[in-house]
């Protein structure tokens, strides 16, 4: 199925960022599976998911209205990685990649928000 989302390449991004968090997130303590883990996964796969139902509108105002949340599951994301840092489950080295991931997500979904806010 080759749907419009697909071709975006903040989508793309947002799909290998949500991969990068599955591979972080593994090196969690198993105590936090339904903590941490779960709501880690949750925003990584809030934020794709959300650029795609955004992409499918037909309404400018609908489709900014998912860039926006996906933008909002982006701080979440970010601030569950900082919360990793300070209580010592994750070093900063193990999320350099990540974090490098999410900015430029942050920065494409950012540029396309402008983008429709000006079309």
């Known amino acids: 199925m080759d749907k419009a989302h697909k071709k975006?390449?903040?989508?793309?991004?947002?799909m290998e960022?949500?991969?990068?968090?599955?591979?972080?997130?593994?090196?969690?303590?198993?105590?936090?599976?339904?903590?941490?883990?779960?709501?880690?996964?949750?925003?990584?796969?809030?934020?794709?998911?959300?650029?795609a139902e955004g992409a499918a509108r037909q309404g400018k105002k609908d489709s900014i209205q998912f860039y926006v949340v996906a933008r909002g599951s982006i701080s979440e994301l970010?601030?569950?990685?900082?919360?990793?840092l300070k209580l010592k489950l994750l070093s900063q080295e193990s999320i350099i990649g990540v974090v490098s991931q999410l900015e430029k997500v942050d920065a494409l979904l950012s540029g396309l928000i402008r983008y429709k806010r000006s079309t």
């Open 78 to 84: 970010d601030t569950q990685i900082e919360l990793c």
């Open 17 to 51: 960022l949500v991969k990068a968090i599955y591979e972080v997130v593994s090196q969690l303590p198993s105590d936090e599976k339904y903590g941490l883990v779960s709501q880690m996964k949750r925003a990584a796969v809030s934020i794709p998911s959300n650029i």
């Open 8 to 14: 975006l390449r903040v989508w793309q991004e947002a």
